[in-house]
């Protein structure tokens, strides 16, 4: 990509340049996720919480057309406070790009975005997947083929839960995106420890997971994504029962609404959040530290002593 269309921060280049730990962080979380004016406070920790570690955030988003690897303040600012920012998976970069828009990146994106730049480790809440209505919607995240194609690591709490997650588990596997269960047998729920799925592979320390992604490497074959599958601690979890109930009201009411498309995973993320008194969104909010955190040690253990 040209200098105009892919834009490092100062920050990010020179980390890059001197082989530093760099994390890249996606935005869709931030404007179409998480409820304003926390957003914004959440998305200024989660880059904090990747300094602490010994890292350099890499925010990214489109801005006016340009890919933004690494933002500044005010950039971030724009990113959580105006409405007039899309929702961007990796198809929609090109049209974005072209008619000067501004968007934030989905999973897809971002990791699209972060792979062009040079980076290999991703952090975010839950990855898109295979929806439950799929058998009538064909609905199934642009993540999920995206991560197929693409050498990058990503720590996640899992898929979303008001995804299918069994389907999602085997379309990952048919793809080929391997899967490590972080200090786990089970593949995390997102809001929840654990969605009860078992996962092939356990990992427990950082260097554990650069080892595999450096076998990936020696291995060669197709550039696949790995997903190192973080579980939100069991104290921080959302009442599994209270999961269900609120989830089972709002996958009823996204139907009667008829609402479909992008659209879908942010509704249902905003209206756990307001049905379970903001519980889900403190879960949510655990699981995406918990991942930036670990995301970081992955990265200072990854980059070059
Ligand atoms: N993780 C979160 N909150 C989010 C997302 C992830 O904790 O909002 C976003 C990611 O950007 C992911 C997107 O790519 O939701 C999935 O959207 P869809 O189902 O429309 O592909
Ligand atoms: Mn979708």
């Avoid at 105009?4 to 020179?14: D, G, I, K, Q």
Wanted: net charge negative; aromatic share 4%; glycine share 10%.
């Amino acid at each position: 990509m040209s200098d105009t269309t892919l834009l490092l921060s100062e920050e990010v280049r020179e980390a890059l340049d001197r082989r530093r730990p760099v994390v890249a962080l996606e935005s869709t979380i931030i404007a179409h996720g998480l409820p304003s004016p926390r957003n914004l406070r959440v998305a200024e920790e989660l880059e904090e919480v990747v300094r602490t570690a010994g890292a350099v955030p890499a925010t990214i988003a489109v801005l006016d057309g340009r890919a933004l690897v690494g933002l500044d303040k005010s950039q971030l600012e724009r990113v959580a406070n105006d409405d007039s920012v899309r929702k961007l998976g990796h198809r929609d970069l090109a049209p974005a790009l072209a008619a000067g828009a501004s968007g934030a990146t989905t999973v897809s994106a971002t990791a699209l975005l972060a792979a062009r730049t040079g980076l290999r480790i991703f952090a975010t809440g839950g990855l898109g997947g295979v929806h439950r209505e799929w058998t009538t919607t064909q609905d199934e995240s642009a993540d999920l083929g995206l991560l197929a194609r693409t050498r990058i690591t990503v720590v996640c709490a899992g898929v979303k839960s008001i995804l299918d997650v069994p389907a999602t588990l085997q379309r990952l596997e048919t793809l080929g995106v391997g899967i490590l269960g972080y200090g786990t047998e089970y593949f995390p729920g997102f809001y929840l420890s654990s969605s009860g799925e078992p996962v092939d592979w356990t990992v427990r320390t950082p260097d554990e997971v650069v080892a595999v992604m450096r076998a990936q490497d020696a291995l060669g074959g197709p550039e696949a994504a790995l997903l190192v599958a973080n579980p939100v601690a069991e104290c921080e979890q959302l009442d599994p029962a209270l999961h269900d109930r609120v989830l089972a009201d709002a996958l009823t009411e996204c139907g009667e609404r008829g609402i479909a498309g992008q659209g879908v995973t942010p509704f249902l993320l905003d209206y756990l959040a307001r049905h379970s008194e903001g519980a889900s969104l403190e879960a949510n909010l655990a699981a995406v530290r918990g991942n930036v955190r670990l995301a970081a040690e992955i990265a200072v253990a990854w980059a070059p002593a």
